[in-house]
C-alpha cells in the first residue's frame, strides 16, 4: 500500500495543504504587509490545495 503511486501523491498533497495553511497562519499572525498582499490569496489557495487532495483521497478509498 504504501509503494501505490496514488496514495503517494495523496499524502504530498496533504503535505502541501499544511504547509500553506502553515505560511497563511504564520504571515498573519506576523501581520504587516506580507498578509495584506498575500493573506487572501494564500487562503484561496489552501482551499484549492485542500479540494485536491480531497479528490485524491476520495480515489485512493475507491479504487480499494
Given amino acids: 500500500m504504501d509503494k ?3 496514495v503517494i ?4 498533497a496533504c503535505i502541501v495543504v499544511v504547509a500553506i ?3 497563511g ?9 506580507f498578509n495584506r ?6 487562503m484561496r489557495m ?3 490545495a485542500q479540494f485536491v487532495a ?3 483521497i476520495l480515489a ?3 479504487l480499494r
Fill in 37 to 42: 498582499k498575500y493573506g487572501n490569496k494564500l
Fill in 60 to 62: 485512493v478509498i475507491a
Fill in 4 to 6: 501505490d503511486p496514488l
Fill in 9 to 12: 501523491v495523496a499524502t504530498l
Fill in 25 to 33: 497562519i504564520g504571515g498573519f499572525a506576523k501581520g504587516g504587509e
Fill in 54 to 56: 480531497l479528490l485524491l
Fill in 21 to 23: 495553511l502553515a505560511i
Fill in 46 to 48: 489552501r482551499i484549492a
